[in-house]
C-alpha cells in the first residue's frame, strides 16, 4: 500500500528582547550558569511576574508576518507540569485565547518558485524552562535556570505538510522571517529555534487522519528531516505488519538517527490549564497593531520570485540571496545603481565576499565595502579592464580599506593588457612551446584551450585579457599549416 506522510510543525522561537519575559533579568546566552536568573523566574513564593511589552509586540510582528489575526485583548494561562528545570512546576503560556491565529505561509516548494499555502493555527507566548546538564561523574543532573523566564513565541502549523522536504522548506522559511522582522537571532547552536514534530501517515488517497506522534525539541533542519523520515517508516512498518500506531511522545536521537518512547502523549486536559491569576488581561490598542503591521519589510518568500522575475536570478541565487537580510539590503543597493548586471553583483556577494565573511566571522558592518565601490568593481570587469583574478586583489583591499577600486588597480598595476598587438607574441610563444596541445586541438581536442589561456595568463603575469587572449589562439591556431 502506498502512503502518504502528514506533517505538523510547532516552532518554539526565542525572542531576542533584552530582558526576560516577566522579570528584569538578563536575556543572554552564554553566561555563568545560574548567574541571570532572580526569584521570579526561578518561582520562589510570593513574587510576581510583570510582562514585558516587547514580547507582545514581537509577536504581534510575527503574527502580521504569517498573515494571522491578532487578538488584541487576550489573556495568559498556566500549563502545569512537573519536570526539574520547571521550578513553578507550571509554565505560563496561553491556551484558548492565543495572541494570534488563523493565518497563513505561502512556502516555496520547487526551483520554479511555486508556492504551498500552509495554515497557521496560532502564535502564542510563553516562557521558557531551565536546562538540564547531564553529569556522569555522579550518574544525575544539574539545573541550570538561566533559560527560565526566556521569552518564547510558538508557532503551529495546521498539518498541511506532506513529507520532509515540504517540512523543511517551511522551517526554513519561518527562520528567515523571524530574522527579517528582528524578532530572534535564530542561532539553532543556541537552541533559539527548535521545534515539535507532529507525524501520522495515512493511505494515498484517503482523507482521515492517521494517529500522530509528536517529537520534542528537535533543534536542526537537517535532525527534522531525518527525524520524519525515520518516524514515517517506523509508522508504515507497523501498520503494515498489523498493529497500531498509538497516539504518544517520542525523543528523537539525532546521532542514532532514531528516536525512542518517551510517554503516552497529554491532551490539554493533563496539564489542567487554566488563566494565570498574577498577570492582567493584555490589551493591545489597534493603532499600536497597525504601527506593528506596518513595520514589516518585503519578506523572503516575496523577495525570491521578484529577484528571479526582476533580474532574471535563478532560484539558487534569488534564495541564498532573499534569506539573508544583510545580504539582500546589500544586493538591492547595488541593483539600483543599475549599472553593471544583477546577476554579477550577485555572483560576487554569493561567492568571494561571502568566503571571506566566513573566513573572517564578519559581516557587511565589519567592512569599508559599499555598494557604489563593488559596483564600480564589477564594471572594472565587465568593461574587461580587470581580470576576476585582479579584481579578487580589489575587493579585498576595497573592503578593508578607503580606497576605491579604480585607485587598487593604478597602486597595484592590475588593468589588463587588449591590445592585438602587445598580446600576439606572448600567443606565439606559447604556441610554440606546446605543440602537443596544438596538436589534440587540431584533432578535436578544444577544450585544450582553456589551458593555452592558462599558459598565457601566466606569462602576461595575469594582465592579458584572457577573453582576447581566446580568440587570439584560436585563430593562430586556425592558420597554422
Not at 580587470?386 to 598595476?413: C, D, H, R, W, Y
Amino acid at each position: 500500500m502506498e502512503y502518504e506522510v502528514v506533517v505538523g510543525l510547532e516552532v518554539h522561537a526565542e525572542l531576542s528582547t533584552d530582558t526576560k519575559i516577566y522579570c528584569s533579568c538578563k536575556n543572554s546566552f552564554g553566561s555563568q550558569v545560574n548567574s541571570n536568573c532572580c526569584p521570579i523566574c526561578t518561582g520562589m513564593p510570593g513574587t510576581l511576574p510583570t510582562l514585558n511589552e516587547k514580547v507582545v509586540e514581537y509577536a504581534i510582528k510575527m503574527g502580521h508576518a504569517l498573515n494571522c489575526e491578532i487578538h488584541n485583548v487576550c489573556k495568559q494561562d498556566r500549563k502545569n507540569y512537573f519536570y526539574p528545570d520547571l521550578p513553578k512546576a507550571y509554565q505560563i503560556s496561553q491556551f484558548d485565547i492565543p495572541l494570534c491565529g488563523n493565518g497563513y505561509l505561502d512556502v516555496i516548494i520547487d526551483e520554479n518558485a511555486n508556492t504551498k499555502r500552509i495554515g497557521i493555527t496560532r502564535i502564542h507566548i510563553e516562557e521558557d524552562a531551565g536546562k538540564l546538564l547531564h553529569d556522569e561523574s555522579f550518574s544525575g543532573s544539574l539545573v541550570d535556570f538561566n533559560r527560565c523566564g526566556v521569552p518564547l513565541i510558538e508557532i503551529v502549523s495546521e498539518p498541511d505538510l506532506r513529507g520532509a522536504q515540504e517540512a523543511k522548506a517551511y522551517l526554513e522559511t519561518i527562520k528567515s522571517i523571524l530574522q527579517y522582522i528582528d524578532v530572534s537571532d535564530c542561532k539553532m547552536q543556541e537552541g533559539s529555534i527548535r521545534c515539535d514534530i507532529n507525524v501520522s501517515v495515512r493511505p494515498a488517497g484517503s482523507k482521515a487522519f492517521g494517529t500522530r506522534t509528536e517529537m520534542k525539541n528537535v533543534n536542526t533542519f537537517s535532525g527534522a528531516v531525518r527525524a520524519i523520515e525515520y518516524e514515517a517508516q517506523r509508522q508504515i512498518e507497523v501498520l503494515e505488519n498489523g498493529g497500531e500506531i498509538h497516539q504518544e511522545t517520542r525523543r528523537w536521537d539525532n546521532l542514532k538517527g532514531q528516536n525512542f518512547l518517551l510517554r503516552s502523549k497529554e491532551d490539554a486536559q493533563d496539564y489542567r490549564y487554566f488563566p494565570e491569576p498574577d498577570l492582567l488581561t493584555i490589551v493591545v490598542d489597534e493603532q499600536k497593531v497597525q504601527q506593528l503591521k506596518d513595520s514589516i519589510p518585503e519578506l523572503p518568500n516575496v523577495k525570491i520570485p521578484r529577484y528571479m522575475r526582476e533580474f532574471s536570478l535563478p532560484f539558487y541565487d534569488a534564495n541564498l540571496l532573499a534569506e539573508n537580510v544583510e545580504k539582500s539590503r546589500f544586493f538591492e543597493a547595488c541593483a539600483a545603481l543599475g549599472t553593471v548586471q544583477p546577476k554579477n553583483i550577485s555572483n560576487w556577494i554569493l561567492g568571494d565576499i561571502s568566503r571571506i565573511f566566513n573566513e573572517k566571522s564578519i559581516s557587511f558592518d565589519d567592512t569599508s565595502l559599499t555598494p557604489e565601490n563593488l559596483v564600480a568593481m564589477v564594471k572594472l570587469v565587465e568593461d574587461g579592464t580587470i581580470s576576476n583574478t585582479g579584481a579578487k586583489t580589489v575587493l579585498e583591499e576595497i573592503m578593508f580599506t578607503q580606497k576605491s577600486p579604480q585607485q587598487v588597480v593604478e597602486e597595484k598595476g592590475l588593468a589588463q593588457i587588449s591590445d592585438n598587438s602587445a598580446l600576439q607574441a606572448i600567443v606565439r610563444d606559447v604556441l610554440d612551446a606546446n605543440a602537443k596541445a596544438v596538436s589534440d586541438y587540431k584533432n578535436g581536442k578544444t577544450n585544450v584551450v582553456g589551458f593555452l589561456v592558462g599558459q598565457c595568463m601566466r606569462a602576461s603575469k595575469g594582465k592579458g585579457n584572457p577573453a582576447v587572449l581566446r580568440e587570439l589562439l584560436i585563430a593562430q591556431i586556425d592558420a597554422m599549416q
